[in-house]
């Protein structure tokens, strides 16, 4: 429960919205409830409807809509590389091809361990710091910018620790 | 009065009121702009595209703020982009092009766009006939499209939203017609989009899905074959169905609808009801039925009919015939003193007439089976020509009390629940929670016996605030003590000089109201008047031996039972005499709603086996006694009504089939409009005059 | 000259509140607070001549004019949902020069009788959005933001908002849907945010960029701020330059900089010194410029850009040499519009997704000449019929590139190369 385990967050996200509009406290709520597990389930999005006042489908739709709500157990991290034309022009689609494949897995794919999934997503705004990309996880979202595939697999094997203790 | 606005469509000169968006202005000159998201009665959200126009405004000269003219003619200057016409207001001097090259062209490309995710499977969907997007197709679109047939975006084809409606997610053209819907007229916000662009979809994540009573109004709106009822789907195709209009018998609302019917080989050949569409009353029922209107009324289906009048012989009910029957019933009543009619209100005006007056000559009591007692002041206090929910808006309060809208009377809940949106204050009083509640200005919940002491309170209550209420409505409802009908009336009679004021009760019959006005009574001690009876007539499906409030003592002298009903009940079988009567989908008659208006309805389905309908029963019964009444038909009948009871002088089967033009146009040629709700031109009914 | 806009690439440390105090910050709030009315702090934002940074340039000051006054409460939204392919400039900002950022939302928000602001992150911010959260706890430590600020009657709080992966939201009414807990789709306009914005209320919606100026002109005056740039286009511009160049980055410069000196001089030159085939102008929504001599000695401001069949937007210039053809780059940019797509209206929706089927064709090589001439004829389809500028801006290269660079989609450059 949301209430119980960030008692403080929710009631800052709450106070930041008229209380007339506490529909808008939706997304910050989204983004609490799947710091966890990496994603929404259903305890979560009744729980939310209640906060905010909405049904649980008006919930459901915000999920579906945003690419950064997961309604699905994926990796406990989410490796997401930045493919889009300003990196891409600098070598990010090849990144990303010879990381999947140092990992073993497709693009979009899980490490068989349950750790990585690795996307390709659109722009992230840091075009002239290709190959770059977003890992989002515990800690919420976190970049990391002018990488190689090496420094990127230095990087999975530290967060690999971080999970696991 | 708006002020009105004067502008050019196609080459037409029109004046509408200011504000009117473009779509609706064009409409009310008899030019069709295509749309698919727009619905005239839902808010504009210029998604779909497919209504871009060309729209040109008067150039106004800037320094002196008038106009410029051009050969003796404002100069008119034209965008660079098309304008959707569901949403840009009319302004004066504006000329519209719908149908110019650019208009056209746009029109044709939109459908293209349209078409290239839409399945195309029109020979083995349920919309094609009357479906929107066919219908505007074959009107503006391109008989070939470029699209790759290959590439079109799958989806799933048989998707349940609940137990009543599928999505069909390939036909699905994104226009949220259904999502506004349950949002913005009912207030149910339980579909909604999920993921976006292309592989947008419709969801639902309410317990139990698409948890709405009004859900099958989404299927009239959808304008392709994405929305379709269990109950219809892969039924029948709209072209092979007659239409019979008629009114809902399911509550005392009175939603106008239209039985759709078709001869078929699986019912043996008979004709049979494939599904039940909304009939356009603006003042009753708008466009919409509820689902209990709309997938109920297959229910008695399953139950066994009575086709030819029986008699008890040696305990046992034997066929015979009518003569037989009627002479039977006759005989014991010849002499009776101590008759008593238990009539409800599934029957019509006519047949309640006719056994009010069979009543009357012999001195009998007419008694209206009904659970609700002490509703007789509605026929005083009740509600009459001027009152219009649909109208009902700031400086007005509506109290419900110790009834439930949402499943008592659905589409009064969904009326109220609009009138709360246009600023009208609803009181609530009730001993349990209702969907209603939400909207309600002033609620109080509180134990059953006591909600009649909380609507006494009311008077003072200064949140409550009735005494500023220009129009005041009182719906009372069957959750509550016995007092409650008299403690609602009271809140009216302390009012005086406000026309529109009403008392309106949420009965649990068509015709209860009618059954009241005619003048049968409610009883307290149905089971005691009944053991003082000599012969008991029931009618109308009046059940209470079924419903348990009746206990016939088996070898006990008991009355004498004369039973007319179209049902095998657990009354029927007790019967002395059992009279087959008509459904009301087998004959004409009228209703008395709720909120007193008479409507009509008519027949959609042959009767059953040697069936008649009550009033003629009812009238050869009394043949029998030497009383003449009308039995040749309902029109008969209901002259006789006009004649003998005030409150409904000057009705007659003509003034119940009068129509005026309704707002917004609806029905077949206008289906891509308004959707699927059938126009009426059977008769719009008439209010019973104000006592 | 030293930076007005990315102060941080001078001032080290000017990210706490401290060094940007002691470095002039905050002396235009209180100078507004304090010695001005809101009026004429808007009429002086009209005076510069700020344009929005945003893409649409739409003058500052003229959008602060249409809020109007008799209907309460109004906001102010700083629009930071950067996702232009393209841009990076607001989240350098956000991140090197924060308060900068923040008292321009402040001085905003005097002007227009704000008393509240969000700022809407683009959800992949996190980072930046617990920075400026810290940034905005400082404030209201300090009393620059809260009750009664500076002793006079302007109240004022500033609260972040995290998107969650939506380009659309960068469109100013997706983002208010957004803000109010909705899907982020476009509303009709009109009525505009000035009128009918965040909650139905008066709102002011400004890019990032545009706001970090606001403190630059109240505190040094509309006649200073104009004398920076051109005529069109006053005041400096920070220029995205990224792709095929040997230096990317942020460069902030006068408007009316050629694109040479962005590139050669700024950026370094063109990776592995290759001619400069094309330019985005704008990012992903731009049209594609032919690199060649004339564009390249062509100012970057409002009015000469436009010269050339392109807009300025948000000046991100993404530079593509002679190792990549037009279709390499369209087949990008529509599958980002693809996407990106929210599906409200019908020729995006449906548009995006057939043009992706055809790059994707033409890309293979499959009937390059029939699927090139179908997928312009559909992108110029979709032009001028959708509901906001995505779905237009999603056509903006697809038209050029085919129209500019016809030798890229013949079926003898093999359907593209990139190298």
Redesign the interface.
């Known amino acids: 429960m949301l209430a119980e385990k960030y008692p403080e967050q929710v009631k800052k996200i709450l106070a930041k919205y008229p209380p007339e509009h506490r529909q808008s406290a939706v997304m910050p709520l989204l983004h609490l409830a799947q710091l966890e597990h990496g994603f929404v389930d259903r305890h979560a999005i009744q729980e939310i409807a209640g906060m905010t006042g909405i049904t649980e489908t008006d919930v459901a739709e915000i999920i579906g809509f945003y690419t950064l709500y997961h309604d699905k157990p994926e990796g406990k991290l989410r490796l997401q590389v930045c493919t889009d034309i300003s990196c891409a022009l600098r070598g990010a689609d090849e990144f990303l091809a010879q990381l999947c494949a140092r990992l073993g897995i497709e693009p979009g794919g899980t490490t068989p361990d349950g750790l990585v999934t690795v996307e390709a997503v659109m722009c992230l705004a840091a075009c002239d710091k290709a190959p770059m990309f977003q890992v989002q996880g515990r800690r919420g979202i976190e970049y990391h910018e002018n990488m190689t595939v090496d420094s990127t697999l230095e990087l999975i094997e530290n967060s690999r620790k971080e999970v696991e203790s | 009065m708006a002020k009105m606005v004067s502008l050019t469509i196609d080459g037409r000169e029109v004046t509408v009121p200011e504000g009117t968006l473009i779509v609706n202005a064009a409409k009310s000159a008899g030019i069709d702009i295509p749309v698919f998201c727009y619905h005239p009665k839902m808010e504009?959200?210029?998604?779909?595209?497919?209504c871009?126009v060309e729209v040109g405004r008067p150039a106004i000269d800037r320094a002196s703020g008038q106009a410029v003219m051009e050969d003796g003619k404002p100069k008119i200057n034209f965008g660079?982009?098309?304008e959707?016409a569901c949403?840009t207001p009319v302004s004066a001097g504006m000329v519209v092009l719908s149908r110019s090259e650019k208009a056209q062209a746009?029109q044709k490309?939109?459908l293209?766009?349209?078409l290239?995710?839409h399945p195309l499977d029109c020979p083995v969907c349920d919309k094609g006939g009357e479906c929107p997007l066919q219908n505007l197709t074959m009107a503006h679109a391109s008989p070939q499209s470029?699209?790759?047939f290959s590439?079109k975006?799958h989806a799933g084809k048989h998707v349940p939203l609940g137990d009543k409606i599928w999505l069909d997610r390939e036909r699905c053209?994104?226009c949220a017609r259904c999502i506004r819907f349950q949002d913005e007229v009912v207030g149910e916000?339980?579909?909604?989009?999920?993921?976006?662009?292309?592989?947008?979809?419709i969801?639902?994540?309410?317990?139990p899905p698409f948890d709405s009573i009004f859900s099958g109004n989404t299927t009239d709106i959808c304008p392709v074959g994405a929305l379709t009822t269990a109950d219809f789907r892969f039924g029948a195709r709209p072209w092979e169905m007659k239409a019979a209009a008629s009114i809902c018998p399911l509550c005392p609302v009175g939603c106008n609808v239209t039985l759709n019917t078709r001869r078929e080989a699986k019912a043996g050949g008979k004709v049979v009801i494939k599904r039940v569409m909304p009939r356009q009353n603006e003042q009753v029922n708008e466009i919409w039925i509820c689902d209990r209107g709309r997938f109920n009324w297959n229910a008695p289906k399953d139950m066994e009919r009575w086709e030819q009048p029986m008699l008890r012989r040696d305990g046992e009910l034997q066929a015979v015939r009518w003569s037989e029957a009627i002479r039977a019933a006759g005989a014991k009543l010849k002499d009776e003193k101590n008759l008593l009619v238990i009539a409800s209100g599934w029957l019509s005006n006519e047949d309640l007439f006719n056994l009010k007056a069979l009543a009357d000559h012999l001195g009998g009591k007419a008694r209206l089976y009904n659970q609700m007692p002490g509703g007789e002041a509605t026929t005083s206090l009740g509600a009459g020509a001027g009152t219009n929910l649909g109208d009902l808006g700031k400086g007005a309060t509506v109290v419900i009390a110790g009834a439930d809208l949402y499943h008592q009377a659905p589409i009064w809940h969904l009326r109220l629940k609009q009138a709360a949106d246009r600023g009208a204050r609803l009181v609530i009083v009730n001993s349990e929670p209702t969907r209603l509640d939400r909207h309600a200005a002033h609620l109080v919940h509180c134990k059953k016996d006591e909600v009649a002491k909380k609507i006494a309170g009311l008077a003072k209550d200064s949140e409550a605030a009735l005494d500023s209420a220009e129009t005041l409505l009182v719906f009372f409802g069957d959750q509550c003590g016995p007092d409650l009908p008299a403690a609602c009336a009271a809140l009216l009679r302390a009012r005086s000089g406000k026309p529109n004021d009403a008392l309106i009760g949420v009965w649990a019959r068509a015709n209860d109201q009618g059954a009241l006005e005619i003048g049968f009574q409610t009883t307290t001690d149905l089971q005691a008047e009944f053991d003082r009876a000599g012969v008991v007539i029931f009618a109308g499906a009046a059940d209470p031996v079924g419903a348990g409030a009746l206990k016939v003592g088996a070898g006990k002298k008991r009355p004498f039972m004369i039973v007319q009903d179209p049902y095998r009940t657990a009354t029927t079988n007790l019967a002395d005499v059992l009279l087959p009567a008509q459904t009301v989908t087998e004959r004409d008659g009228s209703f008395t709603s709720g909120e007193r208006r008479v409507q009509r309805f008519l027949p959609a389905v042959p009767k059953c086996g040697d069936s008649l309908p009550d009033y003629a029963i009812t009238a050869r019964l009394a043949g029998e006694l030497g009383l003449a009444l009308a039995g040749g038909s309902a029109r008969e009948v209901m002259d006789r009504i006009a004649l003998a009871l005030p409150n409904f002088a000057g009705i007659d089967f003509g003034k119940l089939a009068e129509v005026h033009e309704q707002l917004p146009i609806i029905g077949r040629a206008d289906l891509y409009y308004g959707g699927t709700s059938y126009q009426n031109s059977q008769g719009l009914g008439v209010h019973l005059q104000k006592a | 000259m030293s930076h007005l806009l990315l102060r941080q690439r001078d001032i080290p440390g000017i990210d706490q509140l401290e060094t940007y105090r002691q470095h002039g910050g905050f002396a235009a709030f209180k100078k507004a607070v304090t010695s001005m009315q809101p009026q004429e702090v808007t009429d002086m934002v009209k005076a510069s001549g700020l344009r929005g940074r945003g893409g649409a340039g739409f003058p500052t000051g003229v959008k602060w004019g249409f809020i109007p006054k008799d209907i309460l409460p109004h906001y102010v939204v700083a629009n930071a949902d950067e996702s232009e392919p393209g841009t990076f400039k607001d989240r350098e900002i956000m991140a090197g020069n924060p308060f900068q950022f923040l008292e321009g939302i402040a001085i905003t928000a005097y002007a227009t009788g704000a008393e509240t602001a969000y700022i809407y992150l683009r959800g992949e911010f996190w980072q930046v959005a617990q920075f400026l959260d810290d940034k905005i706890a400082d404030m209201e430590k300090a009393g620059l933001l809260g009750d009664k600020i500076f002793g006079s009657a302007f109240n004022l709080r500033i609260h972040t908002h995290l998107g969650a992966g939506a380009y659309i939201c960068g469109e100013e009414t997706a983002l208010l849907e957004s803000i109010e807990g909705k899907r982020g789709q476009p509303r009709i306009r009109p009525p505009f945010p000035a009128v009918y914005g965040l909650y139905g209320k008066p709102t002011v919606v400004n890019n990032v960029e545009t706001l970090a100026n606001v403190p630059l002109i109240v505190e040094k005056g509309a006649e200073w701020y104009r004398s920076l740039g051109t005529a069109d286009s006053a005041g400096v511009k920070i220029f995205s330059l990224s792709g095929h160049v040997k230096k990317p980055g942020n460069y902030e410069l006068p408007f009316g900089t050629t694109y040479r000196e962005l590139i050669y001089t700024h950026g370094g030159g063109v990776l592995d010194d290759r001619p400069v085939k094309a330019i985005l102008s704008a990012g992903a929504s731009s049209a594609g410029i032919p690199g060649a001599d004339r564009t390249r000695a062509t100012p970057m401001d409002y009015a000469s850009v436009r010269t050339l069949g392109a807009d300025l937007g948000s000046a991100s210039v993404i530079v593509i040499n002679d190792s990549v053809d037009l279709d390499w780059v369209i087949n990008k940019t529509i599958h980002f519009f693809k996407h990106e797509s929210c599906g409200k209206c019908t020729p995006c929706r449906e548009g995006t997704y057939w043009m992706m089927h055809l790059i994707e064709h033409i890309h293979a090589g499959e009937d390059v000449q029939a699927n090139t001439e179908l997928l312009l004829s559909v992108a110029k389809q979709m032009q001028n019929k959708c509901l906001c500028p995505l779905g237009e801006f999603s056509t903006m290269a697809v038209t050029t590139a085919i129209e500019r660079f016809p030798d890229d989609f013949k079926p003898s450059s093999g359907g593209g190369k990139h190298g």
């Open positions: 504009p959200v210029g998604m779909c595209r497919q871009l660079a982009k098309l959707t949403t746009s490309e939109i293209e766009f349209l290239t995710s470029r699209f790759q590439e975006h053209i994104q916000p339980v579909l909604a989009f999920y993921q976006r662009g292309r592989a947008t979809d969801i639902t994540r309410s317990e």
